[in-house]
């Protein structure tokens, strides 16, 4: 019985049925819906609900949660599940309620509980995640009214944060937990809140604060508030509960079959057609290869496929249970039974707290992560040793087969056929001598896919240690999973012994192959984790005996019960304490207040518009680019003529097109060379974003190949440079190390890092009919740059050039440059098609495209006393600035001007080059190459403190700059708050106690260590000239006396305009409430600089703050005629007095400069200090760290909103977290890069924030140069994120220490859980097959 016959080749046929789904409320119907439509896009561009943020596009960042509700009519229950919309097709929906984060609750409406605290417990920045945040909240809350933090912490798992390191995320939420949320200080019982330190008085200002906000004020969520379930949908799933749904797009259909048989039915007739339940293989599959299906069979309305059955052997699942589903029927069973009898399940369980994020668990099918059989794929090798049954049903009948290695292998044999289906899964229980343990080791400790994942069971025989059966399971070594068959059957009959593991281990090694090209590179690191599991699962076993029969079988060691469990985060907790406003502050008064984001509320309602929410105009095309696949080439053809056959295509654009300039430093569109792989070569423009990208991949190209050079060393060889070389010296270096006790040299790599804002590059380009002028929208920090480029590549004047940037999901410095590009792309094509044009790259393209912060390599020689005083350094740095300038030349300068740090270097000399490569062009990011620069003179005090054995916090302070003081360019400064951040911060963190705790936990614990680091910083704020410094402001008082503030500055989530409205307020005296800001515009300001360097709000707070004063001076007749007047009444008599209420303020910069022939210069305005001293534990079998504790001080001087300066702090530690830590870029030989999203670019998550995470705001400090004392928080704190990076290494030393091994050896950057565990030399890493470098060609290279 089938009524589709020839669906395969039908458009819209007539039987395809309405789908009915509820959005927030409101009923949808679909007539003809498409299969391919994905959720995501549904929502934003034809319900306009763009509250749902696209991040990625492939289920990591979660940006684009929602959540789902479903009626099953049999259970009579509703279930609310969060989901990644990006991966969830329409077609999926049917029945089912969708809440968006606008149907949470709204400006207009009523704002819930959970946006209302996010936002006012300041939880958001630029606001791009906080949607998804909410949303992921809301579903748990649905479901959980009162959760655990276990829970809580899990449910935002799999939402990535780029702005604010999370905690006050975290913060926001824990008041919703059901246990106490206290920190209890580190185990002392006292409150945070209850400190000493938050009723003291300070000796100048107000009194010192602990914490930012204060969620016991918030109101709790009332469940009757909620959307109820909308009783039509629970009418249909009753009356449907029988019907077939069909549903025909244009090229595929999608039936949603009601029962087993008629299931079977299809599955016969359609043998190919993949059964989609998740669709979070299938849909990433789809999008990453292009891959159409012509039938998608989707079977959850199968009740068997949902059975939750316990038999004598164990569970039976549902194949169509999704993986959260599993793991609450795991969690709820465990305890019920014997434990012997759960060892698979709590072995599954372990997994499941860690595997992907919560959406993803919510969506993804059991049967769905069987049959698709991915290699990482975690589950697969437990439920394979644990002898899963697979339930298999066809037309032909019933029958089980073993989920075995060989069935995951792919065997013909032992596999399910074309036409039969999953229908359950049998989990047997454990039997009572059995042990069963599963390992996995991801890049990051949560979401994230598995580097090497491993299932091992072992049974003896009753009451022995005598091995009957035995098998070991190996994922992300293979394209499929393997089994080390072999090696376990050589191992039957042998006693659970040293010799048995020993012989193991080599077994395993010959046995399973890991080439030394193989996909994903990391080869001596995995093959190392091969041994290292199987070392801990024979511990594990040992431990375990031990405990069945402790008189049989002795106890482990202490050394070895270290081997013992993995390292989880807790949940992290914060301290903030900064000092209150002076007692005497008028109460309107706002500044020095912790005041939340401006648009705070409006981000976590998803009301806040970015570029690409700007609703559809008329006639406007989509944009996708033609990107060069060669790193090095002549263009010898584009033939676009298939492109242009495609339908709805209507142009193709190239370099040809551009009337007037073609770029600046950088061509748009690429002319007759490329020069990196992702140059932008031609554009297509269509109808449709799919038409424009189906028409982009026609365009052909023929290239002829140039020799590329790709990293710094081969720019070395070829001298290729961006610049000339720039020099630095001080003192006579020669004659230092003449009179130094020792010398050292030494070199040190850091790699580059993404910039990941989270709103991808976009823009939106409308011509204007009349004066031939354009509209820009564009996500970037420079619009004066994107008007300049603009005008210039359509040869117009840039008055014709409007430029309008509301506000930007994130940048870092990723968009000061890169966005002038993408809008001249865009202009271009309106100019030549007369229609607007919108291009909102996609995250790969984005990642692909653009470049990021400059991979560096430096090279020391450093000669010092014996009692640790460095008295000469030679320094040699280059950084890789790819293909064009950019922002190199300021790169590199910085490198030497702050590459001294904290430290004085009587005689020091620095050299640098950019060196120009075949690679995407690298950009400004966060901290300017002083990043990179840091952690190279910190490496030489390391590597000091090595050599002379004294403790690195000696040889620290021992070469810190004291008192006023000069840097390498002979500007003076001050280093008393340096030393005052030191003292505070050796105090605060209660470093030298702990100190001591760490060392005796590294006695007792061979296999883990701690380490602990402590890091000072001197930072330069701003730019070494004073035009950067410039800045403009626009400021009008309306006659009902409200204030419109503009200025040159753009918001990228730092809250420069809730800064720029605290100095209106305190300038013209009136609340917060009158002043408006709306856009930054080159309309109302123009020639504005890049809003970065710490500066953009001082700066431009400055041009606000002259506006105001200008108009307030204007009002002064009127104030003096009226004191006791009301603002109103003054604004109203100044309008009739023909008094102007509108002035425009303008600050000229700070004088700085910078001679480079003379290398000296009063380089930057001012310095800022700060220290930080974090905590770590490594596991030494599989590099796995966590970050146990941090506290910074830092010198903020007054601070115009703690709330916002804090979260710049705890933002940039965290990103600098991810830089030293855990981001890594691969490039392939042939120069491509290959993390090109989050499945493969690791940005640090919820898992990566310290367990205790304490800022403290140095007090009673002041800042003459800034407005109101104050100082630039922008990029400093990322620094301070080396001192995790330092921190393991003092973890690593005390391995290797113990380990007999030197302790002078090299650690570069990023210390990944690859270098962490390599550096950790043992017998495992011993055993492993090395691989000469050059006789094969690897899967990545090293580019820095
Ligand atoms: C962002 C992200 C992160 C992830 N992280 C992890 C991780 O950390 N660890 C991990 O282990 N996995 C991870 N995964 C993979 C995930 O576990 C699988 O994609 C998922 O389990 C597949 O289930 P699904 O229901 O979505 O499958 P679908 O995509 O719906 O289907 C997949 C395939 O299974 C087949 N299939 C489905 N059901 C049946 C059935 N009953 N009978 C026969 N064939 C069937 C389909 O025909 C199809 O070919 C991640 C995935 C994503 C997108
Ligand atoms: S956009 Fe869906 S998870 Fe990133
Ligand atoms: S606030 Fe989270 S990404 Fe910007």
Redesign the pocket.
Known sequence: MLYFSDCNSMAYPQQSDELVFFVNGRKVIERQADPEELLLYYLRKKLCLTGTKYGCG???CGACTVMISTYDPVAKQIQHRPG?SC?LPICSLHGAAVTTVEGVGSIKTRIHPIQERLAKCNGSQCGFCTPGMVMSMYALLRNHAEPSMEQIISALD?NLCRCTGYRPIIDSYTRFAREPTCCQLGGTGQCCLDQEECVCSSSTGGQIHSGLCNPEEFPPVDPTQEFIFPPELMRMAQEQQRTTLIFCGKRTTWISPTSLKELLELKAKYPK????????????KKNGHGTYHPII?H?VRIPE?HVVNSTNDGLVIG??C??AQLRDILTETVPKLPEEKTKIYQALLQ?LK????EQ?RS??????????R?S?????PILSVGKSVLN?ASEDGKRQILLNDQFLAGCEHAD?KPK????SVLIPYSMKDDFISAF?Q?ERQK????IV?SGMRVLFSPGTDTIVDLSILY?GIGSTTLSARKSCEKLIGRQWNDQMLNEACRLVLEEIFLPPSALGGKVEYRRTLLVSFLFRFYLEVLHGLHQMYPFRYAELSQEKISALGMLRSGVPQGVQIYQDVDPGQSPQDPVGRPIMHQSGIKHATGEAVYTDDIRPVDGELSLAVVTSIKAHAKIISIDASEALQVPGVVDVVTARDVPGENGKDEQAYAEDKVICVGQIICAVVAESLTQAKCGAEKVMIVYEDLEPVLTVEEAIEHNSYITEERKIEKGDIEKGFKSADEIIEGELHVGGQEHFYLETNSVLVIPRVEDKGMDVYVSTQHATDVQELVASALNLQSNKIMCHVKRVGGAFGGKITKPSLFAVIAAVAANKTCRPVRFALERNMDMLITGGRHPFFGKYKVGFMNDGRIIAADFQCYINGGCTKDESELVIEYVLLKVDNAYSIPNLRVRGHACKTNLPSNTAFRGFGFPQAGLFVETCIVAVATQTGLPQEKVREINMYKGVNLTSSKQEFDAENLWKCWEECLDKSDYYSRKAMVEEFNIKNYWKKKGIAIIPMKFSVGFNATYFHQAGALVHIYIDGSVLVTHGGIELGQGIHTKMLQIASRELKIPLSYIHFCETSTTTVPNGKYTAGSVGTEINARAVQDACQILWKRLDPIRRDNPNGKWEDWISEAHKKSISLSATGYFKGYVTNMNWDTQKGHAFPYFLFGVACSEVEIDCLTGAHKNIRTDIVMDACFSINPAIDIGQIEGAFIQGVGLYTLEEIYFSPEGEQLSLG??TYKIPAICDVPEQFRVYLLPNSRNSTAIYSSKGMGEAGFFLGSSVFFAIRDAVAAARKERGLPLDFILNSPLTVERIRMACDDVFTEMIPKDKPGTYKPWAINID
Do not use: F
């Open positions: 492939v289920g990591g990644n991966l799999g057609a993949p059964l989609v339940v998740g669709n979070t293989s299938v849909g990433l069979l079977p496929m194949a169509a999704c993986l997994h860690t595997l992907a994020g993803i969506m993804a099918s059991l049967g769905g992560h069987i049959a698709s991915g990482t794929w975690d589950l697969n298999l399910i039969e289906v999953i229908v996995r991801a979401n994230a896919l598995s994942n994922g989050p499945d």
